[in-house]
């Protein structure tokens, strides 16, 4: 593994985990439509491959709701707050090596994803999941760093209307854009209204 996939699972607690197995049970990927997953597979995209090779797809939302309403009704809530609920374009998947004990039969083998996995505190993760109170955490920490960069930004704006020296507004200037970025990184979860 390379060292930034090592430092984002160095910091999250490895014992938050209940072992209930519902993460692994009903999952869906908001990003990627089965099809988009399929075809980026096909053209070799590791990430793709290895969430086909780990997940199969359920025939439908209500298949999926079977095997765990909550989870499922969790997961379309969460999408539609953020806008990114389209029915037409939703699956949700199973993992197909989780066992009756909710274990992982290729634990060691498993894909970076399954180990990253609550990558972020953005995650939708089950409701009761040990992790619910970390993902808080890194949610509130992600919005204070942009709350920080748009203060940082107004002070900048000011500096940059007060100063004559060219040099100095580049620099300004430059600066703006890292702290723009921080703020696009975050953009799908409503970072431009926080």
Same mark, same amino acid.
């Given at each position: %593994? ?26 869906? /990927?908001?990003?990627?439509?089965? =099809?988009?997953?399929? /075809? ?18 359920y025939? $439908? ?12 009704? =969790? +997961?379309?809530? /969460? ?5 990114? &609920?389209?029915? =037409?374009?939703?699956?949700? &998947?199973?993992?197909? &090596? ?16 399954? $180990?990253?996995?609550?990558? /972020?505190? *953005? ?10 109170? *970390? ?8 919005m ?5 960069? !748009?203060?940082?930004l +107004?002070?900048?704006e000011? %500096? !940059?209307? !007060? ?15 890292k ?5 696009? %990184?975050?953009?799908?979860?409503? $970072?431009? $209204? *926080?």
């Amino acid at each position: %593994m390379n060292s930034y996939i090592d430092n984002i699972i160095s910091q999250r607690p490895k014992d938050l985990c209940k072992k209930c197995g519902r993460c692994c049970r009903v999952a869906t /990927n908001n990003k990627y439509t089965y =099809n988009q997953l399929k /075809n980026m597979a096909s053209d070799g995209n590791e990430y793709a491959q290895d969430f086909i090779k780990v997940f199969e797809p359920y025939p $439908s939302i209500e298949a999926a709701r079977a095997v765990d309403a909550e989870i499922v009704d =969790n +997961i379309i809530k /969460n999408l539609k707050e953020q806008n990114l &609920y389209d029915e =037409n374009d939703i699956t949700f &998947y199973g993992c197909r &090596y989780i066992t009756d004990n909710n274990l992982c039969s290729i634990y060691e083998e498993r894909p970076i994803m399954c $180990s990253l996995c609550p990558a /972020n505190g *953005w995650v939708v993760i089950p409701p009761n999941c040990g992790y619910e109170s *970390w993902g808080f955490m890194k949610r509130e920490e992600d919005m204070r760093k942009v709350r920080r960069a !748009k203060e940082e930004l +107004i002070d900048l704006e000011v %500096m !940059k209307k !007060k100063t004559q020296n060219e040099e100095l507004s580049k620099k300004i200037e430059a600066v703006e854009k890292k702290l723009g970025k921080t703020i696009d %990184m975050f953009s799908e979860y409503g $970072s431009h $209204s *926080w």
